[in-house]
T-cell receptor
Framework: ETGVTQSPTHLIKTRGQQVTLRCSSQ?????VSWYQQALGQGPQFIFQ???????GRGNFPPRFSGLQFPNYSSELNVNALELDDSALYLC??????????FGSGTRLTVV | TQLLEQSPQFLSIQEGENLTVYCNSS?????LQWYRQEPGEGPVLLVT?????EVKKLKRLTFQFGDARKDSSLHITAAQPGDTGLYLC???????????FGDGTTLTVKP
């Protein structure tokens, strides 16, 4: 079975720009969660999608938005990028919310 | 906001030593996971504990969930350099659709 694949692996953006990060979930998984991990910290929950509907959201502003597609792949969109948005963005998929499998993440740098 | 506190934050030991790391919260979780994360990679799930008082063993690793489901510990016997990494605990809230992570314990095992 394939694992969770995230793209791109690294990205550099300028403050104020918009970015789209992509995640292909593990085969058979219907739930996708996105996390932001700053250097030296644990992952912080952004939001979760279950069968294409948002199923929970953390303390992130509305400029963080997402989508889940019928094949359960997902996108994270961030508008009006700020310097503090620089972090490792992790996607994790699971079946019905149990036993998350994480991707290797996208390292976003905002300059 | 549910918080998970992990201790110690950093731990450096010699190969062959035993160690215990802790994960504590004032909140009750429906389940708790332990992950290991290596630099540049996403967290890898080690175990999920669900029942208060539950003990699970994975080779040299022993995981315990507190009776009240608020805390957990990870004990490693005869640590090896390959155990080096960031150990994260994460708690799931019932029907919340998210996992709350601690900031992790960075373990270094010296040969």
């Amino acid at each position: 079975e394939t694992g969770v694949t995230q793209s791109p692996t690294h990205l550099i953006k300028t403050r104020g720009q918009q970015v789209t990060l992509r995640c292909s979930s593990q085969s058979g998984h219907n739930t996708v969660s996105w996390y932001q991990q700053a250097l030296g910290q644990g992952p912080q929950f952004i939001f979760q999608y279950y069968r294409e509907e948002e199923n929970g959201r953390g303390n992130f502003p509305p400029r963080f938005s997402g989508l889940q597609f019928p094949n359960y792949s997902s996108e994270l969109n961030v508008n009006a990028l700020e310097l503090d948005d620089s972090a490792l963005y992790l996607c994790a998929s699971s079946l019905e919310g149990y036993g998350y499998t994480f991707g290797s993440g996208t390292r976003l740098t905002v300059v | 906001t549910q918080l998970l506190e992990q201790s110690p934050q950093f731990l450096s030991i010699q190969e062959g030593e035993n160690l215990t790391v802790y994960c504590n919260s004032s909140s009750v979780f429906s389940s708790l996971q332990w992950y290991r994360q290596e630099p540049g990679e996403g967290p890898v799930l080690l175990v999920t504990v669900v029942t208060g008082g539950e003990v699970k063993k994975l080779k040299r690793l022993t995981f315990q969930f507190g009776d009240a489901r608020k805390d957990s510990s990870l004990h490693i016997t005869a640590a090896q350099p390959g155990d080096t990494g960031l150990y994260l605990c994460a708690g799931d809230e019932t029907n919340a659709g998210k996992s709350t992570f601690g900031d992790g314990t960075t373990l270094t095992v010296k040969p």
